[in-house]
């Protein structure tokens, strides 16, 4: 088990190292971009926390603790008290809390069991946490190892909500009650594992007050995460909770079923809640020394052993028997009382609001159980029962309601916040609910029955969420079984369900009622086969409640005793409970246990059978029935008589609540101890003496083993009791004791006749077909099996095999019996189907079985003419009625919908309208139509040349536009056409479900209900037409119908749609859609070995499989049936008549794997490497050398041909292996396909039916067989009369189906224009309105089957879509198998001229004028960010205007269907191969501003989708971001159509809050061409050779300034600064002028003045 364990965890592991996120091109493109971004992307997240994580402060702050146990039990603990002898206990205890991979410790406190800390440990983490349970461990500090105390573990979802009006975890301060093993202090524990939380607590081990806090701080910083421990306040307890005595109280009024191991010493039972009642370990001696330990009231939990405290353990005794089976402790008359006192907080209203949900959960869950029960038997109370069922919860959610909001108004504020935040949070969910059961309600039809039931197993799970509350209130109660001072077996009790509550609903379950206890065994030992065994049954009354209202506890107890002095005062408050009470009044009975048969037992023996005998108990009475050898479903058909049985109490209590009766069925070994198999209980019908006797009937008890289901027991119990002197009365008599049988206790007598199941006269017919996959038995080959049926004691044997080997099919198929059975289904035995080889020397080795415990599929009801004329009559009555009430007149004609294809649009849908009958004893004619669009071909039936040129001229139009597609049109076209169809249809049916789920029933939108309207106006039309020409062609229904669905919103989508043939997408597996094919061959498993319960272990029980059928029908049959077989036959001769043959037959399979998805990584890159591997029998078919290269999702194409042999080649397998470069390939996934159910199946799965015929083209015909020859076989093997083929008419034997070809280019002509192959395949996808004979015929489809590994069960790893054909070797062989290779992907070259843009945003400054500019260019790409091209850089640009003339050229391989551009190239340098992948075919252009110094500024983009692209606007002025728009108002482009687009397009950035705001405009012209038009064409980058563009017009100041110093002097500086650099010259020249004119004006003057 542990490795299983081990090699689930290393394979989960491993699916976790693979799972990595697959990133598009875009998408790492953009990583390199944003390394934030990089980051949070490899982050490996749940779902629902955030990337982007806020930092908080998670704050435990542990108070105190007491109660703890005291006595250490460490090592150095031991050596110090052998030294010292120091008797005191030694514990020193210490909290450690553990969160989020960080663990702090509060301080140490030495030798005490009381400690107080006041200290708080502080976790900064982020919120919200990976982490979510907080680990709290007491423990006690030792020198050498730490013992572990208690553990706790604190789950922050339980805590918390995470809801719009969530809250951040809270909790307490409150106490957390803590358990773990037995506080005996034993060096040797062996049950130290619970104090780790390791299983269930067996033992109080105190309790702890904390409290958790959470602050999220506004940090957003990285820091490692820290634990920090600090010291905090103390707390006033008496604020949060005032204490409390309480009361528990138990009376024992039974104690059987006690093991014999302990039956030598005496035996005690304890009760006990916390340490209160536990009288070996749980005493104190001390009380806490300081005065702040010791606070009131509200003090630490100090527990003195005191006569007036508790009267917990009962008086020892030694048990006695009556059979040495079991024991018992001879009460009597005197039944012990315990009691315990104990001071507690008062925090009952916790558990009284669990306990108010947990009734409405429990009433929930018996009704959606009785709804279950009700459905797996098709009974059509089902639905009135889920109604019910949501009616009490509507009324349990409104007590609830009220409740809460009384409790609200009268609320204390002695509560925490968790308090106050849990009953907020109850009371959303629960009116929430409330509602949603009032709507589940209203919507509730037989059509959506599933569906809510589903709904309201939804209901279930939110309500079991809310019932426990996190904070604790109370501890467990526990009850032990002592025996020579030892624990021997305990349960352990919730204190919630023995609670008083004054308000019934808020009670406790078992408060003041008396209850079966079984007690287990403590530990490990509880679990597995050691623990199925009962330690001890007790019948036990209980009561918890406050002191103040012990006076409720009295009347709940039952009723007969003597009422002592205690009782009589018990409203006094010193008066305790009595120390026993004395029963004056009990009743004698007999017990009759009629033990008839069990079934579906559990596999005991390693043949996988048992030998079950079954133990009655009751009371100390016990008695055993016979042993059944070698069954599963054992027929006893034995009473039990038990005499003398002893109960207690008064006749109207024992009436009321009778004692439960144990029935333990158990396999008889011949060496060792009988091995346990299963436990039922039962409740006994009593009879009194006064009253008169009434018989039982026989019920099936459920048989448990531990948690498991482990059969079914039918039996009845009777506790009779005979008046004085009287012997029977008129109870059945005792029957007479089998002559064949006498056991040890006497005879055995039989179930009597009154009340054992009424026999009639049955016929079981057995089809033995054949066996598959026998496995060895003891090392040896089964080669010579025969099947055995048994039920009832009657045996059927097939022949035996001469060689399975080589034919494992039977030669004799079909057997029968007859025999008597119950007439009720409910009593019908079940049926064993045994598989034994037959070797040499006369022996006989069993290889396995099967049990059929429900015979309801197998059985057979025939119907009679008296029947069927009755239902007739009805229906006729019912329709009357109808009309009559129906004031606006009833719908003569229906609409029929039954297209093969699952309401899938396109051509070859099918729609079928059928009169209604008024008379069904009237036959009419079936109306079928068809559409061909303008592709119905063939020869006409009687069409004139007149008409004949009329519909051509009509379809001239349409075909002249599909003329060109209809050539590019291959299977892949009708593919992808189909998974649209069932897009649509899927789309239009969610939207159907959420009109029809609006509140209450509510009517729809206005436009919705006229549309109706008129739809319900054609619909009248139709009425009325189909009344006046009720014999006629339907014409008038016809136009009516087309009226109606022009009308309709479906017809206005369809309009436009191409006529393109259509098949089924299966989502699933084909079986699902066809019942398995199971109509007459049904698969049983054959197990051997026992059912340990494991799942895994289980499934390698099954040794091999039986292939055949039962069916079981009274007999003789009435004379006046009107039933036939399956196959259309009379029964008279038996049911498996006209079977085909079961001898070997050759087929040719092809089978079809078209892709596969969401497959399992399987290499260390995420991805894998798959291909397709077939097996067949013996025969292998690998596709390894064509395997795909990193792909999940791949796409294979292929179709793989195989010859096979049936039944020896009958399971197809298909696997998807992923190649490996070295080692040994490994297997991704496999499914299995059982063809031969396929191949016999009355559905034809051989291949599937066309929507329509055609010879030639993408939907040629494949079948080797025509329509007409289908239909023909098909009615002979029927035995049916036809098919006769008139103008437009088909009749099989008495129905005649007319058939329409609807022509969408003239909608108001229906004529007969489909030749006669079209009208037997119309025919055909209706097969199964033909009488006797007729079934769903299996249409052509693509099914989606989900892939398994062997080594992972019932993980899936991933889906196959595929499809299988077969044909038999001996007709004529079929044509070429269909091409489904994948599409090439065609190669274009995109072409784009950047003329111009406009209007772009001036990101920059001018270094010298500061004036706005931008210099300007343009980038776009079309398979990705490193596929880029840019244009040369328009500087300068100073009105956003830019002139670039610049061509980019893109080439790429495009697939047109998927409109995909597909893109190979390897990932890295050591990559093998180069890896595919598709993306959309976007081209993305945007317009930046260049920088020389820093980073490119980005100013706006566009993304023009290459199919569907806004048409470019005609100028600048025109183009806004309007073109933009998606609400189908802006006219789109498809550039693979128009191929050439010219015009000016918008750039545009989005803001913060998602609005676009307009960057720039520009001129660009898109040219797409084919590879061959670009290499006769060809054209050069930018503006280089070939076909040049001219140099663009660009402005004189567009230019590199520091490059062009010259211009950017003329252009900058003097074309900006001209009149300042003139002023500034003239400035400098008058300044000079007038500095040399005084200058030299001196000089000159004094020359003139000396004459020089």
């Given at each position: ?244 005595e309480f009361l528990l109280f138990a009376s024992v009024h039974e104690a059987t079923m006690i093991e014999k191991r302990v039956s030598d010493k005496p035996v005690t039972f304890e009760i006990s809640i916390g ?1229 023009l989708d290459l199919n569907r692209f806004p048409r470019g606007a005609k100028n600048s002025k025109m183009c806004t971001l309007d073109m933009l728009k998606t609400d189908g108002t802006v006219p789109m482009v ?119």
């Amino acid at each position: 088990m542990t490795e299983g364990i081990d090699s689930k965890v290393s394979l989960f592991a491993e699916d976790v190292q693979l799972m990595q996120r697959i990133q598009s091109d875009e998408d790492q493109a953009e990583l390199q971009r944003d390394p934030d971004r990089q980051q949070e992307w490899n982050l490996l997240l749940p779902d629902g926390v955030p990337a982007e994580r806020q930092r908080a402060k998670f704050i435990v702050r542990v108070y105190r603790a007491d109660g703890l146990p005291r006595i250490n039990s460490s090592i150095m603990a031991n050596v110090k008290k052998a030294l010292t002898g120091d008797s005191r206990d030694l514990l020193d205890p210490y909290v450690q809390v553990s969160f989020a991979g960080l663990s702090g410790r509060t301080s140490v406190k030495k030798n005490t069991s009381c400690p107080t800390w006041n200290e708080q440990i502080v976790f900064t983490e982020m919120f919200p946490p990976l982490c979510q349970r907080v680990k709290i461990q007491v423990r006690d500090n030792d020198a050498v190892n730490d013992t572990v105390v208690a553990t706790h573990f604190l789950d922050l979802t339980n805590v918390s909500n995470d809801g719009d009006k969530g809250f951040l975890p809270t909790f307490g301060p409150a106490y957390v009650y803590l358990y773990g093993s037995t506080r005996d202090g034993a060096v040797m524990d062996e049950h130290a594992s619970l104090n780790a939380a390791l299983g269930e607590g067996i033992a109080y081990r105190g309790r702890l007050l904390l409290s958790v806090r959470c602050q999220i701080t506004d940090q957003l910083d990285v820091a490692p995460s820290e634990v920090e421990v600090e010291n905090t306040l103390p707390i006033q307890e008496s604020n949060y909770g005032r204490s409390e005595e309480f009361l528990l109280f138990a009376s024992v009024h039974e104690a059987t079923m006690i093991e014999k191991r302990v039956s030598d010493k005496p035996v005690t039972f304890e009760i006990s809640i916390g340490n209160a009642g536990n009288s070996i370990d749980g005493c104190s001696s001390t009380r806490p020394s300081s005065d702040e330990e010791s606070d009131g009231d509200s003090g630490p939990e100090s527990i003195i052993a005191e006569a007036s405290m508790w009267q917990s353990t009962t008086p020892p005794a030694k048990p006695m028997t009556n059979d040495k089976v079991y024991y018992f402790l001879p009460f009597w008359d005197d039944k012990p009382c315990l009691y315990v006192r104990a001071f507690f907080q008062d925090h009952r209203r916790r558990l009284y609001h669990s306990n108010v949900i947990d009734s409405i959960t429990t009433k929930l869950e018996e009704g959606l159980s009785e709804v279950s029960s009700l459905l797996e038997e098709e009974d059509e109370n089902a639905e009135p029962r889920l109604r019910e069922v949501l009616e009490e919860l509507m009324a349990g959610c409104g007590q609830y309601m009220n409740l809460a909001r009384a409790y609200s108004s009268n609320s204390s504020g002695q509560r925490t916040k968790l308090d106050k935040e849990r009953v907020r949070l109850c009371q959303r969910e629960i009116d929430h609910l409330g509602s949603s059961a009032r709507h589940t309600k209203a919507l509730l039809s037989r059509h959506s029955f599933k569906e809510r039931y589903k709904t309201t197993h939804s209901y279930l799970a939110k309500l079991k969420e809310l019932i426990e509350d996190p904070q604790h209130s109370l501890p467990d109660v526990f009850v032990w079984m002592i025996s020579g001072g030892k624990r021997v077996a305990y349960q352990r009790l919730a204190a919630r369900h023995l609670l008083f509550s004054p308000v019934e609903q808020e009670r406790g379950k078992h408060c003041a009622t008396t209850q079966t206890l079984f007690l287990k065994l403590p530990g490990r030992k509880s679990s597995g086969p050691g623990g199925w065994a009962i330690q001890g049954k007790l019948q036990v009354y209980m009561w918890l409640g406050l002191m103040k209202h012990k006076k409720n506890l009295v009347p709940g107890i039952p009723k007969g005793y003597e009422l002592s002095y205690e009782l009589r005062n018990i409203e006094r408050s010193l008066t305790l409970p009595p120390v026993s009470l004395h029963y004056t009044q009990k009743q004698t009975f007999q017990l009759r246990a009629h033990m008839y048969q069990a079934r579906s037992l559990i596999a005991s023996d390693s043949s996988g059978l048992s030998d079950p005998f079954a133990r009655v108990i009751i009371g100390e009475h016990c008695r055993v029935t016979q042993v059944i050898d070698e069954t599963l479903s054992p027929t006893w058909d034995e009473m039990l008589v038990l005499d003398d049985i002893l109960v207690y109490g008064t006749k109207e209590e024992i009436k009321a609540s009778p004692p439960l009766v144990l029935i333990e069925i158990f396999d008889q070994d011949n060496v060792g101890k009988s091995e346990f198999i299963g436990r039922a209980l039962a409740r006994p019908h009593i009879k009194l003496r006064e009253e008169p006797y009434r018989r039982p009937h026989l019920q099936w008890h459920d048989i448990f083993r531990g948690t498991d289901h482990a059969g079914e027991l039918l039996a009845t119990f009777e506790l009779l009791q005979f008046q004085d002197g009287e012997e029977g009365g008129d109870v059945v008599a005792m029957p007479q004791a089998k002559e064949h049988h006498c056991g040890d206790s006497g005879p055995v007598l039989p179930v009597p006749r009154g009340i054992r199941p009424t026999l009639a006269k049955y016929r079981l017919e057995v089809l033995f077909w054949g066996l598959r996959d026998l496995k060895r038995i003891h090392l040896l080959t089964v080669d010579r099996p025969r099947v055995d049926v048994e039920v009832a004691g009657h045996i059927i044997q097939s022949a035996v095999l001469t060689s399975a080997r080589k034919n494992p099919n039977f030669t004799s198929p079909v057997k029968y019996i007859d025999l008597e059975l119950p007439e009720q289904e409910l009593y019908c035995p079940p049926i064993t189907l045994r598989v034994v080889d037959c070797r040499s020397f006369g022996r006989f080795t069993l290889v396995g079985t099967h049990i059929i415990s429900s015979l309801h599929r197998y059985r057979w009801n025939p119907v009679t003419k008296r029947e069927r004329e009755a239902a007739l009559r009805d229906s006729i009555t019912g329709q009357l009625q109808g009309n009559n009430e129906d004031n606006n007149g009833a719908a003569n004609h229906t609409l029929v919908s039954n297209n093969v294809h699952g309401g899938v649009v396109g051509g070859g849908s099918v729609s079928y309208r059928k009169e209604t009958e008024r008379s069904p004893l009237l036959q009419k004619d079936t109306v079928i139509t068809i559409d061909y669009g303008s592709g119905a071909v063939s020869k006409l039936v009687a069409v004139s040349k007149k008409e004949k040129a009329e519909a051509n001229k009509r379809r001239k139009q349409s075909m002249e536009m599909e003329e060109e597609d209809e050539e590019n049109r291959d299977w892949w076209t009708k593919y992808f056409a189909s998974l649209e169809a069932v897009a649509l249809q899927q789309q239009e049916d969610r939207n159907a479900k959420e009109r029809g789920e609006n509140a209450d029933g509510e009517q729809t939108q206005t436009q919705e209900g006229q549309r109706e309207a008129a739809v319900a106006a054609a619909a009248a039309a139709a009425t009325a037409a189909a009344e006046r020409k009720k014999h006629s062609t339907f014409r008038g229904t016809s136009t009516a119908a087309k009226l109606a669905a022009r009308l309709s919103p479906k017809s206005q989508r369809r309009k436009h749609k191409p006529n393109i043939a259509v098949l089924k997408v299966i989502p699933g597996e084909l079986e699902t859609e066809f019942n398995g094919f199971r109509e007459w061959l049904h698969t049983f498993d054959l197990y051997r070995g026992k059912k340990t319960g494991d799942e895994l272990e289980d499934e390698g029980r099954v040794v091999g499989k039986f292939k055949g059928s039962l069916k079981l029908y009274r007999w003789p049959l009435p004379k006046d049936i009107d039933d036939t077989t399956i196959t259309g036959g009379d029964p008279q001769y038996g049911f498996f008549q006209g079977l085909p043959s079961n001898d070997p037959i050759h087929v040719l399979v092809r089978v079809y794997v078209i892709r596969a998805c969401d497959l399992h990584p399987m290499d260390l890159n995420g991805k894998a490497d798959p291909y397709i591997v077939v097996q067949l029998g013996g025969k292998k078919v690998s596709d390894k050398e064509n395997y795909i290269s990193k792909q999940l999702n791949p796409v294979f194409g292929k179709c793989f041909e195989v010859e096979a042999t049936f039944p020896q080649d009958s399971m197809l397998t298909v696997q998807v292996l992923d190649w490996d470069l070295v080692g040994s390939d490994d297997l991704i996934g496999e499914t299995k396909i059982d063809l031969e159910n396929r191949f016999y199946s009355r559905h034809r799965a051989t291949c599937g039916l066309a929507a329509r015929y055609e010879t030639t083209g993408y939907n040629q015909w494949r079948d080797p067989m025509k329509p007409t020859q289908v239909l023909a076989r098909l009615c002979k093997e029927g035995r049916l009369e036809g098919p006769h083929y008139g103008p437009g008419k088909v009749r099989v034997a008495n129905r005649t189906f007319t058939v329409q070809n609807d022509d969408e280019n003239d909608p108001g002509r229906c004529r007969f224009l489909v030749s006669e192959e079209q009208l037997a395949l119309a025919v055909l996808h209706r097969w199964e309105e033909v009488p006797r004979v007729g079934a769903r015929l299996v249409p052509e489809h693509i099914e989606t089957r989900p892939l398994f590994n062997p080594d992972k069960p019932g993980i899936e790893q991933g889906k196959v879509e595929m499809w299988v054909d077969m044909f038999p070797m001996d007709m004529p062989l079929p044509g070429p198998p269909l091409d489904v290779t994948p599409r090439k992907p065609k190669s274009y070259e995109l072409r784009i001229i950047i003329w111009n843009t406009d209007d772009v945003v001036l990101e920059d400054d001018a270094f010298f004028t500061g004036e706005k500019m931008s210099d300007i260019y343009v980038k776009g790409w079309l398979k990705g960010p490193e596929d880029t091209q840019c244009t040369d850089i328009h500087y300068r640009s100073l009105t956003g205007e830019g002139n670039f003339n610049w061509r980019f050229v893109f080439p790429f391989e495009y697939l047109v269907a998927e409109e995909k551009i597909v893109i190979s190239r390897k990932e890295s340098l050591f990559s093998w191969d180069e890896t595919e992948c598709k993306i959309p075919a976007r081209l993305e252009l945007q317009v930046w501003d260049a920088d020389h110094f820093s980073a490119d500024d980005f100013l706006g983009a566009i993304t023009l989708d290459l199919n569907r692209f806004p048409r470019g606007a005609k100028n600048s002025k025109m183009c806004t971001l309007d073109m933009l728009k998606t609400d189908g108002t802006v006219p789109m482009v498809n550039i693979f159509k128009q191929r050439r687009v010219k015009g000016w397009w918008p750039f545009y950035i989005k803001r913060e809050n998602e609005e676009m705001e307009l960057t720039g405009k520009v001129e660009a012209e898109i040219h797409l061409l084919t590879k061959d038009e670009a290499e006769k064409n060809p054209a050069g980058l930018g503006r280089n050779e070939p076909d040049p563009l001219e140099k663009p017009s660009r402005p004189d100041a567009s230019f590199m300034w520091f490059l062009n110093p010259l211009k950017s002097i003329r252009y900058i500086i003097w074309h900006n600064y001209k009149w300042a650099i003139i002023k500034l010259l003239v400035f400098f020249a008058l300044t000079i002028f007038f500095v040399l004119f005084f200058y030299s004006v001196p000089g000159f003057t004094v020359k003139k003045m000396l004459g020089a």
